[in-house]
């Protein structure tokens, strides 16, 4: 029995029956995240910054409690480096416009085929408004990064910025970060790292990874929608040109000129999520209580059930860099032979198991792979063997239906 389950509400009653694969997407709450979240925003909710009344101060203790929370998460040297913004997409979005006064029609823009829109739009769009040019790094036709024609791009191109995916939402590849980082150093360039996929599954330590930036969001990790995590190192942030403009992250006004802040409320302008930044804190308060190595461990084993379930089933394709002995985690992608995903979906979805069928905001990869979609299997904590039987049930189920 999975006792991490029993933390989630949403898993109690009949919904215990139901199995949810779409963490990957979005995750389920603990009752202490949705605990903390209630209790702040019945009892204890005032503004955070501004406020000289007793209440306002602690709120934005606790914002900045959970800033130095998070920074001792995910090991930023100090808690300075730590941004919250609205999610991983607007913590891109923030470092593309951020950092376009340093681009030039001269520079290049290097990005994974692999990338989620999130951290491929922007760039493009970085790309269109600078004149510099998009260049993209190849996979494996599993999926796996193709390291030679990154240090091929890399040597050619002398990119001024690479953004590149921890683990990928669409095929569970894991990136080896260390090797990445090492090949763009040689050549100068600032390291992206979109972490929305990793942060739920392992340790990510910024430090020893050495990457500039790391994005995730909040509601991936057991936390709220609405919050996510920009972190930086100080050089690199300080480089960024604040580009939201209001209250909070000012530090003089006159009607001759502005003068801004310093990092961290540089670049959070405006009211934050203030509830949802505590409810961000218990969640990882909540993991952490568990211990990353323990999630992993469990998820590991949890996911080679599920491959080798899935393998058993003959009338199934899956892909991802498993199929070439490479590393691969708590997400993957198959399809049924000769069936549109969708439709595939719709009827699993009526045995109560849930999983995302579609381009996973993934298109450049599916179109590199020669997919038109998948479906798409992803673990959070609260799955557990019997989800897998009740996934390998379905499908059987969905293959009869299908076969007629
Ligand atoms: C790898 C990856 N990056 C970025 C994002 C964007 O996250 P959000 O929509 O929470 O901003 C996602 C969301 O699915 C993702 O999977």
């Given at each position: 029995m999975n006792t991490f389950r029993e933390s989630f509400p949403f898993f109690s009653g009949n919904r215990n029956e139901l199995s949810y694969f779409d963490s990957a997407a979005t995750t389920h709450k603990p009752q202490s995240v949705i605990d903390i979240e209630k209790r702040f925003l019945s009892e204890e909710y005032a503004t955070v910054?501004?406020?000289?009344y007793s209440m306002s101060a602690k709120a934005s203790q606790y914002v900045e409690d959970v800033r130095v929370d998070i920074a001792k998460f995910i090991n930023s040297k100090i808690p300075e480096n730590i941004i919250f913004t609205q999610g991983a997409t607007s913590a891109v979005n923030l470092i593309a416009y951020g950092v376009e006064p340093q681009i030039s029609s001269n520079d290049t823009i290097l990005v994974s085929i692999l990338e989620h829109h999130s951290n491929f739009v922007p760039w493009q769009e970085l790309c269109k408004r600078t004149g510099a040019t998009f260049k993209t790094v190849d996979i494996s036709k599993n999926g796996t990064i193709n390291y030679e024609d990154l240090e091929k791009k890399l040597k050619t191109h002398k990119p001024k910025l690479l953004a590149i995916t921890h683990?990928?939402?669409?095929?569970g590849s894991v990136s080896d970060v260390e090797k990445i980082v090492s090949l763009a150093k040689k050549t100068n360039t600032l390291v992206v790292l979109d972490g929305a996929q990793s942060i739920p599954h392992m340790t990510i330590d910024v430090q020893e990874l050495d990457i500039d930036f790391l994005v995730f969001s909040g509601h991936k990790i057991y936390g709220p929608s609405g919050v996510g995590v920009l972190y930086g190192k100080t050089k690199e942030l300080s480089k960024l040109k604040p580009t939201n403009f209001g209250g909070g992250m000012i530090s003089v006004v006159s009607k001759e000129q502005t003068t801004f802040a310093d990092l961290p409320n540089r670049l959070e302008a405006g009211t934050p999520p203030i509830s949802q930044i505590v409810a961000l804190g218990e969640a990882i308060k909540f993991v952490s209580s568990i211990g990353m190595e323990k999630i992993k461990n469990y998820e590991e084993v949890l996911f080679n059930k599920l491959i080798s379930s899935l393998r058993e089933l003959d009338f199934i394709d899956l892909y991802g860099p498993i199929n070439e002995g490479k590393k691969q985690q708590a997400i993957v992608s198959f399809n049924l032979h000769s069936v549109h995903p969708h439709d595939v979906a719709t009827t699993l979805d009526a045995k109560g198991v849930m999983l995302r069928a579609g381009h996973h905001c993934a298109m450049p990869a599916l179109k590199f792979m020669s997919l038109p979609g998948t479906l798409r299997v992803s673990l959070g904590i609260y799955n557990t063997e019997s989800d897998i039987s009740n996934l390998v049930d379905a499908l059987k189920y969905a293959r009869k239906i299908f076969s007629k």
């Open positions: 910054n501004r406020g000289a683990v990928s939402n669409l095929l």
